[in-house]
T-cell receptor, first 116, second 116 residues
Framework: AQTVTQSQPEMSVQEAETVTLSCTYDTSESDYYLFWYKQPPSRQMILVIRQEAYKQQNATENRFSVNFQKAAKSFSLKISDSQLGDAAMYFCAYRRLQGGSEKLVFGKGTKLTVNP | EAEVAQSPRYKITEKSQAVAFWCDPISGHATLYWYRQILGQGPELLVQFQDESVVDDSQLPKDRFSAERLKGVDSTLKIQPAELGDSAMYLC??????????????FGPGTRLTVT
């Protein structure tokens, strides 16, 4: 079974600083996607960044970037120039095709606090 | 910008009662998902629809949970009878494509269920 592990239940960062959230996953598949989702308090979950497993280049979206290490099955998220609005739960997720459907499996999340 | 709508946002019910949640996906989205998110954990898929057909309900407790998407548009998730352990956030998501990794899942704001 595919599993996603986020080993940091909570992280904190000073405003304008950089923070890295860790994620490891377990799979025997070769074709899959990895995601980081952000869930602010009492607000809906939104996609932060995605990475296709076949792409060697790490994905980047503005202040958000990933370090994708396929052999190590590691997928960390780096947030640069942290802002107060970045405070949220962050979920790492793995997605692959399984039979006639695609399966999205989430980690348990990391709560990020941004200190002014 | 189009969003996934869910209602109600909050629901308190007594155990053994019936409860229902409604989801309206983004217009034109073929695939609809229901997730359950227990406090402090990541979402877990309960059921996935492609148009009006169920493609994955392997994690749905079928003795008490049911889901339908009769016309392939909006969907209802029902619990009867509710148990204390059902207290959780119920998230609905939709995506444009069918059985593809390419299409992003868009999440609704969720329904927070408390069973007393």
């Amino acid at each position: 079974a595919q599993t996603v592990t986020q080993s940091q239940p909570e992280m904190s960062v000073q405003e304008a600083e950089t923070v890295t959230l860790s994620c490891t996953y377990d799979t025997s598949e070769s074709d899959y996607y990895l995601f980081w989702y952000k869930q602010p308090p009492s607000r809906q979950m939104i996609l932060v960044i995605r990475q296709e497993a076949y792409k060697q280049q790490n994905a980047t979206e503005n202040r958000f970037s990933v370090n994708f290490q396929k052999a190590a099955k590691s997928f960390s998220l780096k947030i640069s120039d942290s802002q107060l609005g970045d405070a949220a739960m962050y979920f790492c997720a793995y997605r692959r095709l399984q039979g006639g459907s695609e399966k999205l499996v989430f980690g348990k999340g990391t709560k990020l606090t941004v200190n002014p | 910008e189009a969003e996934v709508a869910q209602s109600p946002r909050y629901k308190i019910t007594e155990k053994s009662q019936a409860v229902a949640f409604w989801c309206d996906p983004i217009s034109g989205h073929a695939t609809l998902y229901w997730y359950r998110q227990i406090l402090g954990q990541g979402p877990e898929l309960l059921v996935q629809f492609q148009d009006e057909s169920v493609v994955d309900d392997s994690q749905l407790p079928k003795d008490r949970f049911s889901a339908e998407r009769l016309k392939g548009v909006d969907s209802t998730l029902k619990i009867q009878p509710a148990e204390l352990g059902d207290s959780a956030m119920y998230l609905c998501a939709s995506s444009l494509g069918r059985s593809s990794l390419r299409y992003e899942q868009y999440f609704g704001p969720g329904t927070r269920l408390t069973v007393t």
